[in-house]
């Protein structure tokens, strides 16, 4: 195991070194941990109450859980951290900002021409702040809510248009990108 992990850090210290300085490495890691927080609670918190009470049951969990668990997250770290999409279900607060929509913008590029969507990030400092973003692939899971809209099943369907009557977040295949983690911190 300790063989692993040193062969690990000698692959991939030059690769860091090439990209970012060491202050900025610090940072890169913190972002990293604090924006992977997120998609693993959602995930077993929308499976548990999809297998309870199905998708329409589940809408709550991505409605309020997600912010809730996010505020949490920020409190525990001193991080902002939110959820961004360039077809956001809650334009209220999912919009992405400038920096955000070019880098979603760059994502859904690169994954197109081959590059694992889960793999796609990035991070540097903007003005005082230092600010990561991550993409959220679309899982089978996610399909239940945010796949082909004639797919979806009818309660789902009524539930999502009677809440999000300016819905764009369907449509969606396995793979591509829903959007993205998006974290930040003042310098
Ligand atoms: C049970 C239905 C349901 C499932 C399953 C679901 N979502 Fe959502 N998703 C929603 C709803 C409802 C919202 C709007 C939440 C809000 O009001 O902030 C949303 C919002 C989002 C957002 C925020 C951007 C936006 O469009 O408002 C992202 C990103 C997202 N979902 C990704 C995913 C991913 C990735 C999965 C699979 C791991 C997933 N969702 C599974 C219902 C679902």
């Not at 063989?3 to 890691?29: E, I, R, Y």
């Not at 992977?36 to 809408?59: D, F, M, R, V």
């Not at 760059?106 to 903007?126: I, N, S, T, Y």
Request: hydrophobic fraction near 40%; glycine fraction near 6%.
């Amino acid at each position: 195991m300790k063989k692993l992990l040193m062969a690990a850090a000698v692959l991939t210290a030059p690769f860091v070194a090439t990209f970012a300085n060491a202050g900025d490495d610090v940072l890169l890691g913190e972002a990293r941990k604090v924006a992977a927080t997120l998609p693993p609670k959602l995930l077993a918190a929308l499976q548990e109450e999809i297998n309870k009470s199905g998708p329409e049951g589940a809408i709550s969990v991505c409605k309020e859980m997600a912010p809730k668990a996010a505020g949490e997250v920020s409190q525990q770290t001193g991080w902002k951290i939110k959820r961004v999409s360039l077809k956001a279900r809650n334009e209220s607060r999912a919009t992405p900002d400038a920096w955000e929509k070019a880098a979603l913008e760059d994502f859904d590029k690169r994954a197109a021409a081959g590059e694992p969507p889960a793999q796609l990030e990035k991070g540097e400092k903007v003005d005082n702040e230092y600010r990561y973003v991550k993409a959220l692939p679309v899982q089978p899971l996610c399909l239940n809510c945010h796949g082909p809209a004639d797919q979806l099943g009818a309660a789902v369907k009524a539930a999502l248009a009677q809440q999000y009557p300016n819905d764009r977040a369907t449509g969606y295949a396995a793979g591509q990108i829903r959007g993205a983690i998006s974290v930040r911190k003042p310098l």
